[in-house]
């Protein structure tokens, strides 16, 4: 009863502290700091003493363990030929089995495994591959993209060319016109 009325304190404090800690964090710039160091400390402290009380438990649960297995042998009466003195032999056998299956199981697992291993393996060096013709192809799309870009610029650059060819032929025109007439 002690026990469950302290965790319930310890479970209350520690509902405290969230609050705390969420106050802490509304405190002015220069509080704050010391203030979720204070937190801090109280979470500490009260985790210690949760640890402690878990301690305590365990200490008190194996006493009365102990308590239980030593009644227990002092209310036994033994006889010369009781059946809690065979050998358990067919246990034995189960464990062996179980042991000898799991071994195997390990096995195989460990078998699977290299083969998945060996198979990544593969597939590593078919996209190794792979990537080596993707690289190439992009290299020869840059190259055409480099090529088709120079050909814009060149028509784009006769374009002018023939503008200001047809402007100064034009004007030769007209003045020529201008001239001998």
Known sequence: VVENEIQARID???SNLER???LSSKEPPNKRQSAKLRVDQLKYD???LQTALR???HRRYQREQQERQREELLARTFTTNDSDTTI???ETLQFNESLQSAHRGMDELIGSGTSILAGLRDQRVTLKGT???ILDVA???GLSNTVMRLIEKRAFQDKFLMLGGMALTCLIMFLV???LT
Do not use: C, S
Request: aromatic share 12%; hydrophobic share 40%.
């Open 46 to 48: 009260v985790q210690h």
């Open 55 to 57: 301690n305590f438990q």
């Open 139 to 141: 290299n020869m799309l």
């Open 177 to 179: 016109v201008q001239y």
């Open 88 to 90: 358990p032999i067919d």
């Open 20 to 22: 705390l800690e969420i």
């Open 12 to 14: 209350n404090i520690f």
């Open 131 to 133: 990537h080596k013709k």
